[in-house]
Nanobody, 126 residues
Framework: QVQLVESGGGLVQAGGSLRLSCAAS????????MGWFRQAPGKDSEFVAA???????RYTDSVKGRFTISRDNAKNTVYLQMNSLKPEDTAVYYC????????????????????WGRGTQVTVSS
């Protein structure tokens, strides 16, 4: 059974930092491009960041310079380092995996990702 399990969420003050982790089990995702999405209450799911097998990255404009996506293929884990957090970053953050090694133009869209975790809550207080 394929599982993606997110961890590292929590409550933090504005300006603070959190590091999210996404651990894969059931199969290896070291060859797969991976992504992070988020969904705030009452809003649609939003692309946050993605990383290819070889470390190419993509970010949504609102997190550029503040968030960093990385991966440790030996640990089958993807990370999202979030710095300078803002209240508008409050959301449930989801890890997702593609079936490809590289990032296509469609990497910004949720339907590119057939594998999903259950999410971890991030709350940023003002």
């Amino acid at each position: 059974q394929v599982q993606l399990v997110e961890s590292g969420g929590g409550l933090v003050q504005a300006g603070g930092s959190l590091r999210l982790s996404c651990a894969a089990s059931g199969r290896t995702f070291s060859n797969n491009a991976m992504g992070w999405f988020r969904q705030a209450p009452g809003k649609d799911s939003e692309f946050v960041a993605a990383i290819s097998r070889n470390g190419d990255t993509r970010y949504t404009d609102s997190v550029k310079g503040r968030f960093t996506i990385s991966r440790d293929n030996a640990k089958n884990t993807v990370y999202l380092q979030m710095n300078s957090l803002k209240p508008e970053d409050t959301a449930v953050y989801y890890c997702a995996a593609t079936t490809r090694t590289y990032l296509r133009a469609s990497a910004y869209y949720s339907n590119e990702y057939p594998y999903w975790g259950r999410g971890t809550q991030v709350t940023v207080s003002s």
